[in-house]
Structure formats: structure tokens, C-alpha cells
């Protein structure tokens, strides 16, 4: 006799939330032993090469409201276009830059704060120079799968012209949503999750 199998059924899908920030910044939620400090929390150091920046920002859902539990994480290249990874085979990266931040929004504000350095150009896949540009990545309450964007760099108007990524956008209008504005040092990029002025994210 044929042994009937128990196949299981497939777990349903859950919202990254509410408890996104336990998870990944429990010391954001006063949570303490788990680490010395949350991971992500500090990029550079006092030995950290290229230009310091302050990149901050706000999320906000479709109907325009602040989202105050996000998470998000940044990645990049350094000051020199290298990223710090073991499948970084052009050189060797900024060893006092980690290339990668976690920053919780600010239950008060929304607000999130990297300190950083401007990203050097690094090649797409096929050979073409991009435009300086930070990775982005946003988790909330709501969100089943993490949501893929792009900072650029307002100053960057000729690299960002000709940027692969950029002119890959069918609805050129909606190609700003991905540069940030700038005063000094510091960059400004909000999200806005949906509605009017939505922000491009990427499948790619």
C-alpha cells in the first residue's frame, strides 16, 4: 500500500511589522544586551576618506501621512566607487567605511539620519558609468516584501542624464522622485509609498 504523503500547505504571507524594530533595532526600543549597539547605526569613522554627508528624510504613506515605524537601510560605494564586499573585484574599498546603515524613523517625527560619504561611480552591469547614487530600503508595517530605491544626487545633472537606471523610467516625470535636494552637506530624500509623487521602486 502507498503511503499517503502530508504535504504542507504554504505559510501565508505576513507584513514586515509591527515588530520591525525589535527585530532589527532593539536598542532603538530600549531593548538592551541583545547588541553593544544596533547594527548599522555608524558608517563612517574619523579616518573614513571623501566628502562627509548627512542624508535624512521622511516616509510617507498614499494618503500622505507620516509612516513612524520604518526601517530603513542604505547601501553604497565608498568615496572611491568600490563597495565594501567580498565580490568586489576591482580594487579593495575604504576599510573605515562600512557601506552599509540601518536607522529606525523616529516615532516623534518620521525622521531617519545617515552620516555618510558621497559615493565615487561604479560601473552597471554592462560597463556603462552610473550616476553617484545610494541604495535604499524600506520595511514598515504594511509592507509584505522590502521596497528597493535609489538616492541621486541633485548636483550630479550630466552623470544623472545619462545614468542606465534613470533612463529606464518610461514616465520621465516621475525621475525626480529619485533625487534627493541638497543644502550643504546635507541631502533630503523623502518616500512617499503611493499617491501623488510616488516614488520610483525598483524590480531589477
Known amino acids: 500500500m502507498v503511503q499517503e504523503l502530508g504535504y504542507l500547505k504554504e505559510t501565508p504571507s505576513q507584513t514586515a ?3 520591525v524594530h525589535i527585530g532589527l533595532t532593539p536598542n532603538f526600543c530600549a ?6 549597539a544596533d547594527l548599522g547605526t555608524v558608517m563612517v569613522n574619523d579616518k573614513t576618506l571623501g566628502e562627509r554627508l548627512t542624508v535624512t528624510g521622511r516616509v510617507f504613506d498614499g494618503a500622505g501621512a507620516l509612516v513612524r515605524d520604518a526601517v530603513i537601510e542604505i547601501w553604497q560605494a565608498d568615496s572611491a566607487g568600490l563597495y565594501n564586499s567580498p565580490s568586489e573585484m576591482r580594487g579593495t574599498a575604504d576599510p573605515n567605511f562600512t557601506g552599509w546603515g540601518r536607522c ?3 516615532a516623534e517625527d ?4 545617515f552620516e555618510t560619504v558621497k559615493p565615487g561611480v561604479v560601473p552597471y552591469s554592462d560597463g556603462r558609468k552610473m550616476a553617484p547614487h545610494i541604495t535604499v530600503w524600506i520595511v514598515a508595517r504594511g509592507i509584505n516584501i522590502g521596497l528597493h530605491t535609489r538616492m541621486y544626487f541633485p548636483e550630479e545633472v550630466e552623470a544623472n542624464k545619462v545614468d542606465p537606471l ?4 518610461e514616465h520621465r516625470d516621475r525621475v525626480d522622485t529619485l533625487i534627493a535636494t541638497r543644502e550643504g552637506s546635507t541631502l533630503t530624500f523623502d518616500i512617499r509609498l503611493q ?4 516614488t520610483v521602486f525598483l524590480d531589477i
Open 17 to 19: 511589522g509591527p515588530y
Open 31 to 36: 531593548i538592551e544586551g541583545v547588541y553593544e
Open 104 to 106: 529606525a524613523t523616529r
Open 110 to 113: 518620521g525622521v531617519f539620519t
Open 166 to 169: 534613470l533612463l529606464r523610467i
Open 195 to 198: 499617491g501623488e509623487r510616488e
